[in-house]
Structure formats: structure tokens, C-alpha cells
């Protein structure tokens, strides 16, 4: 397997702009796919903006600004991935949109490439078996925003190779991040148990218990948490919320995680968070 020096990002959101500004920081070329030139150039105008912001700060010199950008580029054309050695996937958490991706990158990229997901609960085998190396492909689930949180979970399918697990494992912690590995379960570490947290918070707003605004302040002031189970919600997005407890439960048919039906009911009417400027709160 040869080193990882050009790192492919499939995916124009926030996410993707976020994994590609990680990875050219810590100095690896990198290319971003959009489906449209406007959302590639999109990625690219975000991370710029952000680096600039960070220079009229004092937290970055210009000079790292300039080589930081110099090392993205963007396009349309998912052939333009062709040479890289690591692809990171950041698109809809839609299981059949994604394997049809892993299928296409599969006959694109040279065959001894890394192909990863950053799905946050879908099971990784699924994607591996759309392609023909299954040995190679693996979970890379970064944290939003990329760049600020510390922690990657490296994601093994039954299918992945040792080889391609300590690579993806390197590749983490080349990016200045703390890397834990997981078997390939719905969930994995972190969502599987944050989520019947958040669920249940809605379930004890439903019943009575107490109020958004009290329950998320006993949360952040007795556990130390940074924000409470519903600001957490609208940052995540209360659709993504729904479509993580959904599969999880249907793994695990854990009662836990049959979301609430408030949550179903908000998805339907567009109420999604802060994406929407409306969730649980108004923003």
C-alpha cells in the first residue's frame, strides 16, 4: 500500500469543506469533488474565508494561508480523483446514493487507493461490497466542524484489511487527531451512545419533567457538558438526528432509540435547526 500523499474529498458541504482544510493543513494535496463547479468553488471561497479570519486574528500567518489554499483544488469531474491515495466520502447519509459512489470511485481510482466513508452510522460493509476491493475500504468519521474537534473514529469492517486500518489510523493521527477504532456497528462509539441521550431529553420535554431551556441547563451544569441536549439537536440537525436514531434502531430494535415522535413530526414540517433557522428554538 503506498503512502498516503493525496487525499480526495467527495462532498461540497460544510463537512467536506471541513475535512479538505484538515487535510491541507497538515500538508497533504487535496482534491474536492462537487457536482457542480459552483459547489466546488463554493468549498473553496468557505475555507478561504475561514483561514482569512483566522489571520486577521493572529491565529495564522498569511504565508500559511496562501500554501494552505494551494495545496486544495476543486472540481466536477469525479476522474479528477483518479491519483489519489486516500478517498474520503461526505455526501447525503443515503445508503444507496453512497454505494453507487463506492462503485463509481472504485473503477476510477488507481488499485491499491484507500476508499473511506465519514458516515457517522451506516454500516460500512454495505459500501465495501459495492466495490471490488473490499479490503480496502474503511469508516474515517470526522467530527463537524473538522477543524476544531480533536477526536476520529477509524471504523473496521469485517471485510478491511490490518494494512488498511493502520493506515487510515495514521492518516488520522497525521492529521493532529485523536484516533480511536471501532468495530463496524450501527452507531459506533460516540452516536451510539449520544443519541439515546438526546432522544430521551425530548422524551422527558414531551412528558413534562421540566423545559427545553431547564433540562439543557441542568445538562451543562451538572455534567459539564457545552451545550444542552436541544441546542445539540438543532446544531446537528434534527433530520440527521431522525435518520441516526432510525438506524440504529433498526440494528438494534433497542426501545432507546425509537425516536420521539415530536422528532419525526419536525422533520415532516421542515423544522430541522439551525440549518432551517428553526428546530427546537427559533434562530
Known amino acids: 500500500m503506498t503512502d498516503i500523499k493525496t487525499v480526495g474529498v467527495v462532498g461540497s458541504g460544510i463537512m467536506g469543506a471541513g475535512l479538505a482544510e484538515v487535510a491541507a493543513r497538515s500538508e497533504f494535496n487535496v482534491v474536492v469533488r462537487s457536482r457542480t463547479q459552483a459547489g466546488a468553488d463554493s468549498v473553496l471561497a468557505r475555507i478561504d474565508k475561514g483561514l482569512t479570519k483566522q489571520v486577521s486574528r493572529d491565529r495564522l500567518s498569511e504565508e500559511d494561508r496562501v500554501s494552505i489554499l494551494g495545496r486544495i483544488s476543486v472540481t466536477d469531474d469525479l476522474n479528477q480523483l483518479a491519483e489519489c491515495d486516500l478517498v474520503i466520502e461526505s455526501v447525503i447519509e443515503d445508503m444507496d446514493i453512497k454505494r453507487e459512489l463506492f462503485a463509481q470511485l472504485d473503477r476510477i481510482i488507481q488499485p491499491d487507493a484507500i476508499l473511506a466513508t465519514n458516515t457517522s452510522t451506516l454500516a460500512v460493509v454495505d459500501l465495501a461490497v459495492a466495490t471490488e476491493r473490499t479490503d480496502k475500504v474503511c469508516g474515517i468519521h ?29 492518516f488520522a493521527g497525521d492529521c493532529g487527531k485523536d484516533a480511536v477504532q471501532v468495530e463496524d456497528r450501527a452507531g459506533f462509539i460516540v452516536n451510539a451512545l449520544l443519541f439515546p441521550y438526546l432522544n430521551n431529553a425530548v422524551r422527558m420535554w414531551e412528558q413534562g419533567t421540566a423545559s427545553m431551556d431547564d433540562i439543557d441547563t441542568a445538562m451543562q451544569g451538572g455534567c459539564n457538558f457545552p451545550m444542552g441536549p436541544f441546542a445539540l439537536l438543532d446544531l446537528v440537525g434534527l433530520d440527521t438526528s431522525l435518520a441516526i436514531l432510525d438506524a440504529l434502531h433498526d440494528e438494534f430494535r433497542d426501545p432507546n432509540y425509537a425516536a420521539a415522535p415530536v422528532l419525526r413530526r419536525m422533520v415532516a414540517a421542515g423544522h430541522l435547526g439551525r440549518k432551517t433557522k428553526q428546530g427546537f428554538r427559533s434562530y
Open 142 to 170: 470526522f467530527f463537524n466542524p473538522a477543524p476544531m474537534m480533536k477526536l476520529v473514529e477509524v471504523i473496521a469492517p469485517i471485510t478491511a484489511s490490518e494494512e488498511t486500518i493502520s493506515a487510515a489510523l495514521k
